[in-house]
């Protein structure tokens, strides 16, 4: 029976050392969240579910700790897109806005890049702007108003009398 309950604190102990190393990395604090998932892996070997996940954990934040890949300077029309997405998503607004800008000078009615311009606008508080490029872009592919419809990023303007005139299905 004791040896069970200490089974039980011991299972316990090492869930919260597991939920804490979590915690860290949701919030993308790596360098604790490697240490943490870390010391976890290191104290806690006999849990082997939580210690694979710790793994899987450890190695995505590292890879976070790495220097960043440099991107090659951006061609066409996808090279700015993508470049674009892959610094928004990094949480590097300012950089992503600025690969959109470029984009805009050689390509200024791509639906892409102003779809991307309007969420990266909002994101940033710009709403009238976000607003502005969201209609440029639906008017030049139709499909983008379904995507803004479901698009977390335009939550704030999900109620905005404009934003549902400019995403309204017929």
């Not at 979590?22 to 849990?47: H, M, N, Q, T, Y």
Request: aromatic letters at 10%; glycine letters at 2%.
């Amino acid at each position: 029976m004791k040896d069970e309950k200490s089974k039980k604190d011991e299972y316990q102990k090492a869930l919260a050392a597991f939920s804490d190393a979590v915690k860290e990395f949701r919030k993308s604090k790596w360098d604790k969240a490697v240490e943490l998932f870390g010391a976890f892996i290191e104290k806690c070997p006999i849990e082997r579910d939580l210690v694979a996940r710790a793994r899987t954990y450890l190695a995505i934040a590292g890879e976070h700790l790495k220097e960043p890949k440099e991107i090659p300077t951006p061609k066409t029309v996808e090279d700015f897109v993508n470049a674009a997405v892959y610094k928004m998503n990094g949480g590097a607004t300012e950089e992503a806005m600025k690969f959109v800008e470029k984009a805009l000078k050689t390509y200024p009615e791509d639906a892409r890049v102003l779809y991307l311009q309007a969420d990266l606008l909002c994101r940033s508080g710009q709403m009238d702007a976000a607003l502005d490029s969201l209609r440029m872009a639906v008017q030049n592919e139709k499909t983008y108003r379904i995507l803004a419809q479901n698009e977390a990023d335009f939550a704030p303007l999900w109620d905005d009398k404009r934003f549902k005139a400019i995403t309204k299905t017929v």
